[in-house]
């Protein structure tokens, strides 16, 4: 918006984590016409949200049947779920009045009423459609079978590493020239002012031995029990101590694995906390433990913050970020993964070269990213 574009920010249901950080200027866009839906949450939504409920008419419904009928580039019909198939004709009607000159769809839900609503118009009157690839996919499962059938109707994909794009070229057959790299712009100067705040938690003020960080959700892509069987090594042969932010559906297992393992005064899992880069700039080590990753933006924060961090070489991002093989371990070894932490606390790095680091992922090369791969999209238009 600072470089002269208008902003539409449209979802399919109102459902905002963070309604605060809805850019002033950008306007919300609800295209979901439920009736229950508005009187739960229309006044937890920013205040101007626009919302568009009307129902597709007939004629659409109509085109829609035949757009389906007709073969993708691949040879193969597609056909919609009800659910996304109410999200094509609600995106269709908002093209159809909005005229946007671009749209980027942002994760499946978005990916799969994008492509089709565009078959309910002319292709010369829908926008150019880039989908934001954000993980690496599976070759083969039904996702990526489908985005293998759509992805050629797109202008061109974003890719949030130069890990995903080598996966999405390679699973879903995209030509190379066809994607561009754009790492998410997590680098913030908020993070430097939320980090000067008091963590609460006790361990940052007895003075006992240092802290090691985890921060996710407690979910199997996290690993956290890898992440816990190495701190058990590594505080095994130095004292410290580690606390994991985060909530999840694993919270049972990896507090029974704590206390099998006689950790439960050496292991903290507080759960979700409002700040986590208060904790990020007083631990002495970040880990991220992952099984797989898109772009981990919790590692581009730590480094922000000015703390030490080491991860598992997981596809893809750790090594973009870190860029130093001493700072990465193979995916689901424990032994490797405390032998990496132990070097790392062994020697401290730098805090402004971390910070450095970190800052290579900032908003503003983001934004300069986005802004020419638009001019180029709409000058082939």
Excluded at 136 to 164: D, N, W, Y
Aim: hydrophobic residues 45%; charged residues 25%; glycine residues 6%.
């Amino acid at each position: 918006m600072r470089r002269k574009h208008r902003v539409d920010i449209v979802l399919f249901a109102p459902t905002v984590a963070y309604p605060q950080e809805v850019p002033e200027f950008a306007r919300l866009i609800v295209l979901c016409g439920c009736k229950q839906w508005r009187r739960r949450v229309e006044a937890d939504l920013p205040a101007g949200t626009i919302w568009r409920a009307e129902h597709a008419p007939r004629v659409q419904l109509a085109r829609l049947a035949t757009g389906l009928i007709r073969d993708f580039p691949t040879g193969v019909p597609v056909l919609l779920r009800r659910a996304a198939l109410g999200r094509a004709l609600r995106l269709s009607r908002y093209v159809e009045r909005e005229r946007p000159d671009i749209l980027f769809a942002n994760l499946a839900p978005a990916e799969y009423p994008a492509f089709f609503a565009r078959r309910l118009a002319a292709p010369r009157e829908f926008p150019p459609i880039v989908p934001i690839m954000r993980n690496i996919v599976k070759p083969g499962i039904r996702h990526t079978k489908r985005r293998r059938m759509l992805f050629p109707e797109s202008a061109h994909v974003v890719a949030v590493s130069r890990g995903v794009a080598e996966n999405v070229s390679v699973s879903v057959g995209v030509p190379p020239e066809k994607i561009t790299p754009i790492y998410n712009p997590t680098f913030t100067p908020e993070i430097a002012r939320r980090a000067e705040a008091s963590p609460d938690h006790p361990w940052f003020r007895d003075g006992g031995p240092p802290v090691i960080l985890g921060v996710g959700r407690l979910a199997p892509q996290k690993d956290f029990a890898t992440l816990i069987e190495a701190f058990r090594r590594v505080s095994a042969a130095s004292p410290c101590r580690m606390i994991v932010l985060g909530e999840g559906s694993l919270r049972p297992q990896l507090e029974g694995q704590v206390r099998a393992l006689g950790l439960e005064d050496r292991v903290s899992l507080p759960g979700w906390v409002e700040n986590p880069y208060a904790f990020m700039s007083r631990a002495a080590l970040f880990v991220l433990s992952s099984r797989h990753e898109g772009f981990p933006g919790v590692l581009v924060e730590a480094l922000a913050c000015g703390c030490s961090a080491v991860s598992t070489d997981c596809p893809a991002g750790p090594s973009e970020i870190l860029e130093d093989a001493q700072l990465l371990a193979p995916v689901g070894d424990p032994e490797a993964l405390a032998q990496t932490m132990l070097r790392a606390l062994a020697r401290p790095a730098d805090k402004a070269a971390l910070r450095a680091r970190a800052s290579r992922f900032s908003e503003k090369r983001a934004a300069e990213r986005y802004d020419t791969l638009v001019a180029t999209i709409l000058a082939c238009k």
